[in-house]
């Protein structure tokens, strides 16, 4: 059973351009959630799907940002016209309903953005 | 609105002593879920545990330990015998709605076994 894998683990990229970041959840997981983490911080909430749906966006998430999941399976989160605040670890998880272990996110390695 | 709280920025002990990382949470909800990660320095987020709110028995995994109190809104995690590889920052959680969605997490306690 593989984890959750994250690509590109790390990207630099000039204020100003847009970048993609693509999830991989645990193959039987069908919630998929994307977070972000700042230097000394714990993880914020973003947005999380349940197969294809996305069900829930955080006021964090401006209308730069747009996460796709159009197969229920891997995820894709989009910043467009990236700003210096933007730069942060992108930390994907996901888990699962109706098993014990059930509401347990396990998390990928994350993507370190960088903006310079 | 849900918050956690985890007091202690940092924490340094020598190598097998005993220490204990609190975690205050707030939330209106009656049911929710506690977890505990564990972020060590290569990044990843490691799951450790999940408690239900309506399931106050303590736990324990090896060296790792976990005590519930809803009368003080706390989740504590205590690691006996600390050891070199325990050396990551801890984050406690609150999930709401059964847990499905999204965690709030603390600020997390960066935590220093001295050999």
């Known amino acids: 059973d593989t984890g959750v894998s994250q690509n590109p683990r790390h990207k630099i990229t000039k204020r100003g351009q847009n970048v993609t970041f693509r999830c991989d959840p645990i193959?039987?997981?069908?919630?998929l959630y994307w977070y972000r983490q700042t230097l000394g911080q714990g993880p914020e909430f973003l947005t999380y799907f349940q197969n294809e749906a996305q069900l829930e966006k955080s006021r964090l998430l401006s209308d730069r940002f747009s996460a796709e999941r159009p197969k229920g399976s891997f995820s894709t989160l989009e910043i467009q016209r990236t700003e210096q605040g933007d730069s942060a670890m992108y930390l994907c998880?996901?888990?699962?309903?109706?098993?014990?272990?059930?509401?347990?996110?396990?998390f990928g390695p994350g993507t370190r953005l960088t903006v310079t | 609105a849900q918050k956690v709280t985890q007091a202690q920025t940092e924490i340094s002990v020598v190598e097998k002593e005993d220490v204990t990382l609190d975690c205050v949470y707030e939330?209106?909800?009656?049911?929710?879920?506690l977890f505990w990660y564990k972020q060590p320095p290569s990044g990843e987020l490691v799951f450790l545990i999940r408690r239900n709110s309506f399931d106050e028995q303590n736990e324990i995994s090896g060296r790792y330990s976990w005590n519930f109190q809803k009368s003080t809104s706390s989740f504590n995690f205590t690691i006996t015998a600390s050891q070199v590889v325990d050396s990551a920052v801890y984050f406690c959680?609150?999930?709401?709605?059964?847990?499905?969605?999204?965690?709030?997490f603390g600020t997390g306690t960066r935590l220093t076994i001295i050999p």
């Open positions: 193959s039987e997981h069908n919630r």
């Open positions: 939330t209106r909800d009656t049911t929710y879920y």
């Open positions: 998880a996901s888990s699962t309903i109706g098993t014990p272990s059930s509401y347990e996110q396990y």
């Open positions: 959680a609150l999930g709401i709605n059964f847990g499905n969605e999204k965690l709030t």
